[in-house]
C-alpha cells in the first residue's frame, strides 16, 4: 500500500507564495505519473497539475499556468507544488495522487489515479 500525506499549506494574502510537499511511503511501484488536484467548498474536485514519471513532462490546468510548477525529487520520494501569485480563488483542499498507469483517460480524471494523500488546506485573502 502506498501512503501520500501532504504538508506545506496554510494562509496567505493574495500575490503570495506556498510549497506544498508531497511525501510517499509504503509500497513502492513504478508509477506512470503524480498529480496535484484542489477542492474548494461547494466545487467539484479539479486536477490542478501533473507530471509524467518516465519523462518529467508537465502539464497545468489553464487557472495555474505560469504560477505553479510541479516537480518530484525521486530519492526522497517526494512530490512539490510551488504555487506563487496566488489568488483568493486558490482557495481549496490541495490533495495529490499517484496514477500506476494510464487507463485511457485524461491526467486530470480522478479515476485515472490509484492512490491519494489526506489533504492540505491553502487558504488566500485578498
Known amino acids: 500500500q502506498v501512503r501520500l500525506v501532504e504538508s506545506g499549506g496554510g494562509s496567505v494574502q493574495a500575490g503570495g507564495s506556498l510549497r506544498l510537499s508531497c511525501a510517499a511511503s509504503g509500497a513502492t511501484y513504478p508509477t506512470y505519473s503524480m498529480g496535484w488536484f484542489r477542492q474548494a467548498p461547494g466545487k467539484e474536485r479539479e486536477g490542478v497539475a501533473v507530471i509524467y514519471s518516465s519523462t518529467g513532462n508537465t502539464d497545468y490546468a489553464d487557472s495555474v499556468k505560469g504560477r505553479f510548477t510541479i516537480s518530484q525529487d525521486n530519492a526522497e520520494n517526494t512530490l512539490y507544488l510551488q504555487m506563487n501569485s496566488l489568488k483568493p480563488e486558490d482557495t481549496a483542499m490541495y490533495y495529490c495522487?499517484?496514477?500506476?498507469?494510464?487507463?485511457?483517460?485524461?491526467?486530470?480524471?480522478?479515476?485515472?489515479?490509484?492512490?491519494w494523500g489526506q489533504g492540505t488546506q491553502v487558504t488566500v485573502s485578498s
Open positions: 495522487a499517484s496514477s500506476l498507469y494510464n487507463d485511457g483517460g485524461g491526467w486530470s480524471d480522478e479515476y485515472e489515479y490509484n492512490y
